[in-house]
């Protein structure tokens, strides 16, 4: 069975740094694309960012792009997210999916952990 | 990276069939079919379940169906169930090689 397991997430300061990670189980980590989507409180999904099955290329909505990095370390079968310069409109649940092999549907998702920007 | 277009909210009776829209533009529903629909329970994570326009994952009931026309996809529910409502979300694959998704449609079962 597959699983996701974010970890990470919590109240940063409004400019601050948090890491996400995402640990999988349950099938070949290293043959799958990742992605990392979130849901602001109340309201729709967003999709953030995409890592290959190799770790490049990377893919980032503008809304993150330039202050947030994907990345993956196969060997721990963990994806991360680093967010930087943190903003209050980056609070959200943040979600890790697994696509679908070699297609562009996520399959697979976590149970999500609550970023929370205040000050 | 503007949201994909769909109704705010679609209801219907027990046993009806509903049609959801997600309007996109050329750079992304009209031209690939990457199109994937996912439904979220309160609280819950999503669920995919549609994928590539009109596929269904393993497990998922053949209630659900997919199409594409132009630059305009729709997910249908026939014999629509209390367990169907939900929030439905539909998704697709960009030019830009990028995601997107669309605003979210309530479905409430009268």
């Known amino acids: 069975e597959v699983q996701l397991l974010e970890s990470g997430g919590g109240l940063v300061q409004p400019g601050g740094s948090l890491r996400l990670s995402c640990a999988g189980s349950g099938f070949t980590f290293s043959s799958y694309a990742m992605n990392w989507v979130r849901q602001a409180p109340g309201k729709g999904l967003e999709w953030v960012s995409t890592?290959?099955?190799?770790?490049?290329?990377?893919y980032y909505a503008d809304s993150v792009k330039g202050r947030f990095a994907i990345s993956r370390d196969n060997s721990k079968n963990t994806l991360y997210l680093q967010m930087n310069s943190l903003r209050a409109e980056d609070t959200a649940v943040y979600y890790c999916?697994?696509?679908?092999?070699?297609?562009?549907?996520?399959?697979?998702w976590g149970q999500g952990t609550l970023v929370t920007v205040s000050s | 990276q503007s949201a994909l277009t769909q109704p705010a909210s679609v209801s219907g009776s027990p046993g009806q069939s509903i049609t959801i829209s997600c309007t996109g533009t050329s750079s992304d529903v009209g031209t690939y079919n990457y199109v994937s629909w996912y439904q979220q329970h309160p609280g819950k994570a999503p669920k995919l379940i549609i994928y590539?326009?009109?596929n269904r994952p393993s497990g998922v009931s053949n209630r659900f169906s997919g199409s594409k026309s132009g630059n305009t996809a729709s997910l249908t529910i026939s014999g629509l169930q209390a367990e169907d409502e939900a929030d439905y979300y539909c998704n697709s694959y960009t030019s830009s090689s990028t995601r997107v998704f669309g605003t979210g449609t309530r479905v409430t079962v009268l």
């Open positions: 890592i290959s099955d190799s770790g490049d290329p990377t």
């Open positions: 999916a697994k696509d679908r092999y070699n297609d562009y549907a996520a399959d697979s």
């Open positions: 590539d326009v009109s």
